[in-house]
């Protein structure tokens, strides 16, 4: 493939070898200006040391941005009004931050005048894909270069060469058997040792969650309080998004909540194992689901759950930035005017259980009806009729097969 | 309402108050001969009383059927293959059950030539549904009595003064503050006290449980091996369907397993809060997914999850003998025939975790390529390819939209 | 059932034999002031006589109401956004009326202070549904009278004998062996002689078409504007909802396009034969998927798609004012947002065929590249990593059932 | 790309130009065997001078496979059985034919040894992709030549002079303005002067079709039988699925019938307009909705009808080998064993309209009630009850509503 031609790049920098290594490549291989970007997510790293990091190793502008409250309200929040979750256990915590990183890189693009954007995944995974999805979302004709998929530094060692080769320092901390990515939803993990499915993940791998073993001996109990199916206080205290979802984080941390293990199937076609600890997200999606029970339809709830494995196949897949995403998000958001309350939870060991739910606004459980008899709302001898009704199909499809 | 005429009733028995209260009811009001059935479910009581107690209060003929293997084989098996869950919590433990009761209650009508059949379900709530619909299933001009639709006994001092009046024995033990039903799949707690829907259920209420807090300190580790998406083994050791979910059950309460809490949509209109215990179907849930994982395709997986709900509601409303039900069972079973793996679980103080899984025969992960080049199967520039024409709608709308 | 009390009492009047008799029944029966409403909904009865006819019948007061523009503009046109369609054929024409109906009626309860509301449908169909799902979802404490359900009079000549009793006159036009219920969006046919589900339905039964046989010789096109998914102007010419309607059933009635001959399923649960004309609804929903085709994203219209028969049947069964058809509607709303744009059709002997579309701001079909060149946009190699990726899972799996 | 080796190929072979210049190309570039495979899918073509044309053009090897009665009974049937139908129009008359000539050109290149199979479909349509997915579930690792995405021929002045180049003759007859594709259920055409979507297709374009306005002026009734979903007998005469489907094509063709002008999504991503002309697959799929509407289950009709647009999807994509599909057609063909019956409907003009279905064996309407009382299947007074617990949820809605 003839290499294309790029004159200013914005690249998605962690500060890390591996994004620190296609910086010096892209000047290398491209001779072109490259503007660095890197986001708070809330990944836990200090961000500060990125700036003269990216100078040394050749950048000509750097951007660090702030965007976790953003990131929580505009992105974690809509996704968590529908309680989405991928093959029944991914919080989707890795799927959700790219859009928004590519999103400000291409606001970044368009301030520097550049025609080329780049980022660190890898050939073989999802990010690239949902990163190119979103670049292309926002300009059409973008250059995309995914050095993963262009260079032959294939191997561990040769990326180390081309570092020593090209200056570029390496961290002296060991490389972990495997790979991880940590925002303020999530933290993941995945190949190396991980690629034995039936070998359990080591305990000393996990970062935001204590071992249940060593969670505290005695439950907290925690109140969650939702508007509009967004949650807005714990135990009575108003937070922003970002502000809520870390307190939830450390909370749910402190009693081992939100481990998962999953071997999924990536949107490029292979499975993967990816582990996952989302402490905060997991009691969220606990407590918004215990304040639908009293606030949301019937019809409303079960129409909503059939649709959510394609909503968060959308997310996974990298669609966030989509017209399908947009309709569908759109009649969750409709479903969510009524989606406030209070859920009471009970966290302990690595679990987190709903014990009670309230609504002072839009119970639809147990109401008061004193404004007309009881019996008007429900006539036990109404239910002769439904069910009348209801098997009518059945006993007339009954009648034509004892005929036969 | 007229009173139907009826010459030989089949009761649904379990020879608490409430249902002999209604056979007598029976004999007295309609003035038939009565039949009583009562199913062995592995609702842990003593069913051989039953049969005196039965003739005591006027019974004609006495029924007493285990059907446990049947029950779970026939009726939870296939509901677990296909993860069917309502309303993201409940794993329809009475609603599996009620259909297997009718089945059998309906072939008793016909061997002893009754023209009616008779059940305990109120007027309110789910059951009713589910027994009627899969009595018409069976036969569509059966007659069908529901005394709680018909008496005015609709207090608790009512159904004492009625059973004094007429020789029932009432029970000593103390009524407790919620009504309960009990199979091999679980216990269900709903009513009275739990009618607050913020108070949580008090601790001596579950039965199949250990509380987690006194579950065992130390995590057990145990191996659940699958064929064509059923259970077969535990631990290495082969056991029926019905051996096997009480092996789970015991190992699943011992580690306080399988509770759950959910104000849920009832079939006939309004929401009704139940507390479950289902210790062994929890597990046998998680663990099916973990086989399902390194075994099921991607497409069929995600094809499959949007119509569970579908399919959990069809159960809970009571349509398991349903050409809906044959039809959607088809597919899932299709869905299964590659499900054969083993996971392993981690249980401990309430929660089951999946820490691995594999399969001998039917992994779609970590192949071994010997037989040709592993690029030819994932060559990471195709990657490019994969996503420049995934885009492309996505990137003519964004012309389109420019333009504008 | 004891009879309920009424004081005042809205029915829904049409002026012909049935719903004279219920007046004069509701009067006799309940011995309560009768509100008779009429509603112009483009059946094309002159109604002004229905003033004269009710008071003479015993109507205490009679409201006369157009609603064809809230009719079209409010109920219709938002079910053709959807393209909405019962069972492959029925284009819900009465159904989408019955809540506007509804809604009306129970506007003029409220400001008549009534304490009940009455219908003449039947305790069969699904108009009874419709209307009074509706009547709940404006108060759920009303009281309905369904009469249909209530009194003997179940033979027509049970009929005319209560009518000649109290003397309510009897139309002298011969009874037609079949029912009809007109509006501006259809005319719908059921009962009588159609109950022969094998027997082609008699020529001179359709109302609004010509017999294909009998249309113009030669063809005629028509060009139908939309904006945001609502059809504006014909053959350039602006129309309110209403009046394009009303020309569309006048230019389709013409060449005899709309007739459908359907045995559908009932939301009572039993097989009916409707026979339907709906000239310009055909055209309508024709055109409107055209004008989608050029300017709809795929991945929304066929999530879209997958859900036209829930939404259908939700209008059919009478779920019109319900959140779940609000929330439908969010999403279906949304994905109108672009859908503007001209669709050109043949109309010939009984048929509507698309022949061309175009839009001038939402074309997602050749557009001009001029701004960057054309392999951007599509590079056929791309296709090779397209297609190598999508196949990845299918590969993966063949592999693994050869090594079988 | 490096070329990649290839020692023996299966070339899908029409012996057209394209194809012909194909031919001698894999022998120039690749200097492999060359096997040709002409399948007789019922493209009207004479198949027999194939064999001398490959074999002049450098053919090593020809096959010419009449597949005609397994392409209508193991593919079109069960595609029809779903009532599959793309995008609302499109009766998907290619896409179901390539797996087919896939399928065999893979037992070709089985038999015969070959590494490699090539077809002759471009870069930027669907049927790349349907070809392709169908080999490798085959075999996985076969090679696949595409030439079209390979070579620089993209001109046709460049094929001609490649032709010439080459002593491959040059047919005299005129390039028609639009390609097509035929075979026994449809023929397409795209491209051409057909991408001016707004400029009515030609009238001399047309192939299988009589214009409607040359059609007879006398409509044709017709009968069609159905057992378990698979039509067997066209006025009463029993055919074989590859006979009846010509016979229908014949009178459908005579009458104007099965004419559609659809722009559509591909699967490569962009939009592309085809016209179709499927005469009996157009009047085929409404005879079998008619059998469906007397003897289908509503609950089985409506989940199956929301699942036609993703299976259509999957056929359309190219995933007719899939487990999806396969999941899928279990399911369908459990839905069609009750669909056994007779349609009878009016050909005129254009169009294929219902008058009349019937079905001795399973219908579910009008059925004798003589084993017992009528009101025990349908009593009008059950509807009340119906109808209020229907309206529970809605009731209880408007309460919390109006409180607030």
Not at 121 to 135: M, P, W
Not at 224 to 247: C, K, T, W, Y
Not at 258 to 286: A, C, F, Q, W
Request: proline share 4%.
């Amino acid at each position: 493939m003839a290499k294309k031609e790029v004159k200013k790049i914005v690249l998605a920098y962690s500060g890390g070898l591996d994004t620190s290594i296609i910086l010096k490549w892209l000047k290398n291989e491209y001779g072109c200006e490259v503007v660095t970007f890197s986001a708070d997510l809330g990944q836990g790293d200090e961000l500060d040391p990125i700036r003269e990091k990216a100078f040394a190793t050749g950048a000509d502008k750097v951007y660090i941005d702030d965007l976790k409250e953003e990131f929580v309200r505009d992105f974690v929040f809509p996704m968590f009004r529908a309680n989405a979750i991928y093959e029944g256990h991914y919080l989707l915590g890795t799927s959700i931050a790219r859009p928004l990183i590519a999103k400000r890189q291409m606001e970044i693009a368009a301030i520097e005048g550049c025609d080329a954007v780049s980022h660190g995944a890898t050939g073989k995974g999802n990010d690239q894909v949902r990163f190119e999805l979103a670049y292309y979302h926002f300009n059409p004709a973008i250059t995309v270069v995914a050095p993963w998929r262009e260079w032959k530094l294939n191997s561990r060692q040769a990326l180390i060469n081309y570092a020593k080769r090209n200056d570029i320092p390496i961290p002296i901390t060991k490389k972990r058997p495997w790979s991880s990515d940590r925002n303020l939803l999530h933290i993941s993990f995945e190949g190396g040792i991980l690629e034995d499915t039936w070998m359990e993940a080591p305990e000393n791998m996990y970062v935001l969650t204590k071992s249940p073993e060593k969670a505290p001996n005695k439950p907290q109990y925690i109140e969650i309080e939702f508007e509009q199916g967004n949650a807005v206080a714990v135990d009575g205290v108003r937070m922003s998004p970002a502000q809520l979802l870390a307190h939830l984080n450390t909370v749910g941390g402190e009693h081992g909540i939100g481990r998962v293990d999953l071997l999924e199937n990536r949107s490029v076609g292979m499975k993967s194992r990816g582990v996952y600890e989302t402490p905060g997200g997991t009691i969220l999606r606990e407590a918004h689901m215990a304040v639908e029970q009293i606030t949301m339809d019937r019809e409303v709830m079960h129409l909503r759950d059939s649709l959510i494995p394609r909503y968060a196949e959308m997310i996974y897949n990298g669609y966030w930035f989509s017209p399908e995403r947009d309709m569908m998000q759109a009649m969750i958001d409709e479903s969510q005017k009524t989606v406030n309350g209070v859920a009471r939870l009970k966290l302990y060991k690595g679990h987190a259980r709903t014990v009670g739910r309230k609504s002072e606004s839009n119970s639809l459980f147990n109401l008061d009806f004193a404004t007309f008899e009881k019996d008007q709302v429900y006539n036990q001898a109404d239910a002769e009729g439904f069910i009348k009704l209801n098997s009518l199909r059945l006993r007339i499809r009954s009648l034509m097969q004892n005929k036969k």
